[in-house]
């Protein structure tokens, strides 16, 4: 099976920093796509930023410029620095990623998710 395990989040002040990291486990020939998505009480779970094996970096409008993601192959990580924290990014964040496995591609996996907190 292939696991998520996240880190990284809490409780910050607005214009602060945080680093979320999420390691991929498991039976993993291949990562096709890694992203990070986010989650209110009430609100559909929303892209945050993603990346394509092939096709670049996508970036939710909102977190344009504050928020990079970035991924290291050899650890089967995927990160989100996430500077100039504002109120509003306040939600559960989850890591996703689109692998192939020993036995066949599977195209969701998700993290448990972390909450990030951004006081003003």
């Known amino acids: 099976q292939v696991q998520l395990v996240e880190s990284g989040g809490g409780l910050v002040q607005a214009g602060e920093s945080l680093r979320l990291s999420c390691a991929a486990s498991?039976?993993?020939?291949?990562?096709?796509?890694m992203g990070w998505y986010r989650q209110t009480p009430g609100k559909q779970r929303e892209l945050v930023a993603r990346i394509i094996n092939g096709d670049g970096t996508t970036y939710a409008d909102s977190v344009k410029g504050r928020f990079t993601i970035s991924g290291d192959n050899a650890k089967n990580t995927v990160y989100l620095q996430m500077n100039s924290l504002k109120p509003d990014d306040t939600a559960v964040y989850y890591c996703?990623?689109?692998?192939?496995?020993?036995?066949?591609?599977?195209?969701?996996?998700w993290g448990q998710g972390t909450q990030v907190t951004v006081s003003s």
């Open positions: 498991g039976s993993i020939v291949s990562v096709n796509a």
């Open positions: 996703s990623v689109d692998v192939s496995t020993t036995w066949g591609r599977v195209p969701i996996v």
